[in-house]
């Protein structure tokens, strides 16, 4: 097999990974999703894959629209996601721009999700916000609180550690033809 149909191979099986991860019934992949806070310092929070489109080159994840990742996404919408595979011993790391999708065009996102799922999306006080005791919140599902964060990737670093280890850089800028780089 030729070094570019390798990438290419990997490259598949990479988006495999992610379209079987994303959705319901899934592996329900758990990402690390980074963001620059207002003032320039990284966050990172666990989310968990909800949408995943080889051919956009695009993957999606659900939030609250009041969190405060929101208000970091306005400032600065490069956003940078990471999730392991363990069955596929398989680490992937995409960075791109990020999109907010809410209000009516995320309707049957939302008649798709379980009551309690709703539930995630809308709260009172707002996510992050101080309250007096811990339990000092009330949840409530609320559409309008819903939101779709999508991700159109710039870059992808994919690495298997499956014997021996490989690890591939792929980019939209080089119309996702990839580089082997050393792991
Ligand atoms: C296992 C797990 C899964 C989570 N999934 C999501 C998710 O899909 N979307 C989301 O917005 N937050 C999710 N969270 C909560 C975030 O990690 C984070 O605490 C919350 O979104 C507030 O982040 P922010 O203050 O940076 O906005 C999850 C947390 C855990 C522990």
């Known amino acids: 097999m030729s070094e570019a149909d390798e990438l290419g191979d990997m490259l598949a099986r990479a988006w495999r990974i992610l379209c079987r991860s994303a959705g319901p019934g899934s592996d329900a992949a758990l990402m690390a999703m980074a963001t ?3 003032d320039g310092w990284p966050e990172v929070r666990m989310v968990v894959l909800r949408e ?3 051919g ?3 993957v999606a994840t ?3 629209l009041h969190s405060s990742k929101v208000e ?3 400032k600065s919408g490069r956003v940078a996601f990471t999730t392991w595979h363990p069955d596929e011993r398989t680490q992937i790391r995409m960075a791109g721009n990020a999109g907010l999708i809410h209000g009516p065009e995320t309707a049957a996102r939302w008649a798709a999700l379980t009551g309690a799922a709703r539930l995630n999306y809308g709260q009172a006080p707002r996510p992050g916000a101080p309250i007096a005791a811990a339990d000092a919140y009330a949840k409530t599902a609320d559409p309008d609180s819903f939101a779709v964060l999508t991700c159109r990737i710039e870059t992808m670093d994919v690495v298997d550690l499956a014997h021996p280890h490989r690890r591939a850089l792929y ?3 080089g119309d996702w033809a990839g580089q082997w780089l050393a792991p």
């Open 171 to 173: 980019s939209r800028s």
């Open 72 to 74: 970091s996404l306005r």
């Open 52 to 54: 995943a489109e080889p």
């Open 36 to 38: 620059l806070s207002p």
């Open 56 to 58: 956009a080159g695009q």
């Open 62 to 64: 659900y939030i609250d």
